[in-house]
């Protein structure tokens, strides 16, 4: 019996983490660097706000000096909790305290005000050039995307390591595809 999408999704997951975890810490800063650069040149995000990032954990690309960047230039930010049905989003600028959450992820006080992202920077576990994307399996994204997506349009911006490109990641019926991708070597612009 070949395996199912969800399995064929946690093998390229797991893959892609090992490329990723194996990447030299001091070329894992640089490359983050790079990305960072690129972000800050697609034009689609310099016009809109308020942009959603997340507090990079593990050996995720890191994208703080996208945000303090981004904050520099005006755009005002924000970073999810996680909460049911859907993620929320609670405005942060650099230097605002974060509090880890009970999944140990960094996320900003519940004193933040909530608002409404009109782009998101996406985790990506994996991608590929079509815009499909794996996250860690949990659906927060893809659930908080659609959420989003049913009050007024969203940009989606992917960021990850080249590395962690795979030739295809199997869809499913609540995937939705990455409008932009920014690597540390390139923009990938997926087909409409």
Do not use: N
């Not at 070329?27 to 990305?35: I, T």
Request: glycine letters at 6%; a negative charge.
């Amino acid at each position: 019996m070949p395996p199912s999408i969800p399995e064929l999704k946690a093998k390229l997951r797991d893959e892609a983490f090992g490329r990723r975890d194996g990447l030299d810490p001091v070329w894992r800063a640089q490359a983050s660097l790079a990305m960072a650069e690129r972000a800050l040149t697609v034009p689609e995000l310099m016009e809109r706000e308020p942009i959603s990032a997340f507090w990079p954990i593990l050996s995720e690309i890191d994208v703080k000096i996208l945000l303090e960047a981004l904050h520099a230039r005006g755009q005002r930010l924000c970073l999810p909790v996680v909460a049911k049905p859907s993620m929320v989003f609670r405005t942060w600028m650099p230097g605002d305290e974060l509090v880890k959450s009970s999944f140990g992820v960094q996320q900003p006080s519940p004193d933040a005000p909530e608002v409404s992202p009109r782009a998101m920077l996406v985790p990506l576990a994996a991608f590929d050039r079509q815009g499909a994307r794996i996250g860690y399996g949990k659906g927060h994204f893809d659930t908080a995307i659609a959420a989003l997506e049913a009050k007024h349009p969203v940009l989606t911006v992917g960021v990850a390591f080249s590395v962690q490109e795979v030739a295809s990641v199997p869809m499913e019926p609540h995937d939705r595809r990455i409008d932009i991708i920014v690597t540390d070597s390139e923009i990938i612009r997926p087909a409409s």
